[in-house]
């Protein structure tokens, strides 16, 4: 298996929820690496290696990142393949996203540039097709391909053959890469209208992404402010909007002050209001919390 209880775990941070609560059955000794506009911070990584050489995996999500929107560059790939060779662990490359990209094409995946058998790369139909299906695909090699069966056995031995027919059948009669292209123009409308109004009418005191693709934008407010208790308090109740706070996306639930807004599921329309009732309660709450010189 790639984890055992106890085992040592990188993961940039912040990181998908649903991974943290993967990792979190086996109970792993996590390593957070911080994120740079253009992806993982590299040279934090290889210093936590130095000073844990145990760690047996580490977890990324490089194209349109979730939670962030952030894409890692070419260079980081690269590198990070050759990270993961010194110091011998396993890259657990997550990129159900790669395919909804706003400018541009996908990058080279990180497994291409693998040279060892190390990378897995995964994916998923749920982005591109339908959520409900829950099927996806995974690439990798050898030793660690066998074990990943074994555990697929132990665990549901294989997903529904009528999910399965119905994929095949829907791509036998349509084409997948023109769906694709439909569902960019829609996803790319409503991420411009998010980013549109952070620009436009967000306090100067926030931070945000601009994501390239994906579904996605990270807000960061200013230290000291609590974005859970800001929704719970402020934003659902007055605002009638939601968000996902930050504490859920750090292994440790460290950090209070950020955010993730999600573009994929309103019309641009229903976004622009949404957020100008986001920005305004932020203001307030900024003002708020501001000394009083």
Do not use: C
């Not at 040592?8 to 998908?16: D, Q, S």
């Not at 660690?144 to 027919?165: C, F, G, P, Q, Y």
């Not at 960061?220 to 706070?245: C, E, F, S, W």
């Amino acid at each position: 298996a790639l984890l055992n209880p106890g085992d040592e775990v990188a993961v940039e941070v912040p990181t998908y929820i649903g991974a943290l609560a993967a990792f979190d059955l086996y109970q792993p000794t996590y390593h957070a690496v911080p994120l740079e506009p253009d992806g993982l911070d590299l040279n934090a990584l290889e210093e936590t290696l130095k000073r844990h050489p145990k760690i047996k995996l580490l977890y990324t999500v490089p194209d349109y990142h979730n939670p962030t929107g952030i894409t890692m560059s070419v260079t980081k790939r690269q590198q990070l393949v050759d990270l993961a060779n010194r110091y011998d662990f396993v890259i657990l490359e997550d990129t159900p996203y790669r395919d909804l990209g706003y400018e541009a094409a996908p990058l080279p995946a990180i497994k291409s540039f693998d040279t060892q058998g190390r990378v897995v790369f995964l994916s998923s139909f749920s982005k591109i097709l339908m959520p409900g299906l829950r099927t996806g695909w995974l690439v990798a090699d050898g030793d660690l391909l066998a074990a990943i069966m074994k555990v697929r056995l132990a665990s549901d031995l294989e997903t529904t053959n009528i999910t399965h027919a119905a994929i095949a059948a829907y791509m036998q009669a349509n084409d997948l890469d023109a769906h694709i292209q439909t569902l960019k123009t829609h996803y790319r409308a409503q991420r411009d209208a998010m980013v549109t109004s952070l620009e436009q009418d967000f306090p100067d005191e926030v931070s945000f992404t601009k994501p390239a693709g994906g579904f996605f934008d990270w807000v960061t407010l200013p230290k000291g402010m609590n974005a859970a208790t800001l929704l719970t308090d402020t934003m659902i109740p007055r605002a009638h909007v939601t968000y996902v706070p930050a504490t859920n996306f750090y292994p440790n639930r460290d950090v209070t002050n950020a955010m993730r807004l999600s573009f994929s599921g309103l019309e641009p329309q229903v976004i622009t209001t949404g957020m100008r009732r986001l920005a305004d309660q932020l203001k307030l709450a900024i003002h708020r919390q501001a000394p009083v010189l």
